[in-house]
């Protein structure tokens, strides 16, 4: 079975500093890996993806993340925070057990980005 | 492409009424998967539908029911609500609903139960 762990509940960094979010997975096979973010009342939007192709995944706004099979992680890094990338983020691996209860996607518990100016 | 969009986006319902959400995928996709996001819990899936068939479910009640028409659009619907089904609730669709692909996600319906 897959799970996944955020490491972090919440994360707090300066405007202009560099954000560091934590993701640890667990699975059998070869693992699709994605990142999504939650701004307030609004629905997630995938920042990246990794799916066995270049272990470092770039994605939109400056976000990237590096797939590390040896510590099954994939964190979530930015060179510089911005105000407007306070938001929740969630770390999700796919389960291709299909059938199973929890469906396609497994997610995280997510992590509170707070960017202070 | 129009995103995944859900109806209504705000609701407010009393206990042991039912509801009806609805959402209509990208144009194309045929996977729709719900889910249900409280802060207590998190994101929980729900179900996942494909060409009209309950593909996957999670654990809820069977209380939590959905369905799929011929050109994707899916409903869920909640009979007898309860206080604990106040929640933000998800959908989001897909191409094909393989593991590989993301799932794009709508802005919601905030269902209130009092």
């Known amino acids: 079975a897959q799970s996944v762990t955020q490491l972090d509940s919440h994360v707090s960094v300066s405007e202009g500093t560099p954000v560091l979010l934590r993701c640890n997975y667990s699975?059998?096979?070869?693992?699709?890996l994605f990142w999504y973010v939650q701004h307030p009342n609004k629905g997630l939007q995938l920042l990246l993806k990794?799916?066995?192709?270049?272990?470092l995944v770039k994605g939109i706004n400056g976000f990237e993340a590096e797939f590390k099979k040896s510590e099954t992680s994939f964190h979530l890094t930015k060179p510089s925070a911005h105000m407007s990338d306070a938001a929740e983020y969630f770390c999700?691996?796919?389960?291709?057990?299909?059938?199973?209860?929890?469906?396609?996607?497994?997610f995280g518990k997510g992590t509170k980005l707070s960017v202070k100016p | 492409k129009a995103g995944v969009t859900q109806t209504p986006r705000y609701l407010i319902k009393t206990r042991g009424q039912q509801v009806t959400l609805s959402c209509s995928p990208i144009?194309?996709?045929?996977?729709v998967s719900w889910y249900q996001q409280t802060p207590g819990q998190g994101l929980q899936f729900l179900f996942e539908?494909?060409?009209?068939?309950?593909?996957n479910k999670g654990n809820f009640p069977g209380r939590f029911s959905g369905r799929q028409f011929s050109n994707s659009r899916s409903e869920m619907n909640v009979s007898t609500l309860e206080l604990g089904d106040s929640a933000l609730y998800l959908c989001?669709?897909?191409?094909?609903?393989?593991?590989?692909?993301?799932?794009?996600f709508g802005p919601g319906t905030r269902l209130t139960v009092l």
């Open positions: 989001a669709s897909s191409p094909s609903g393989t593991t590989h692909y993301e799932q794009f």
């Open positions: 699975s059998s096979y070869s693992p699709s």
């Open positions: 990794y799916t066995s192709a270049a272990t």
């Open positions: 999700v691996v796919s389960d291709p057990d299909y059938g199973g209860s929890q469906g396609n996607l497994i």
């Open positions: 144009s194309g996709h045929r996977s």
């Open positions: 539908y494909f060409s009209e068939t309950q593909r």
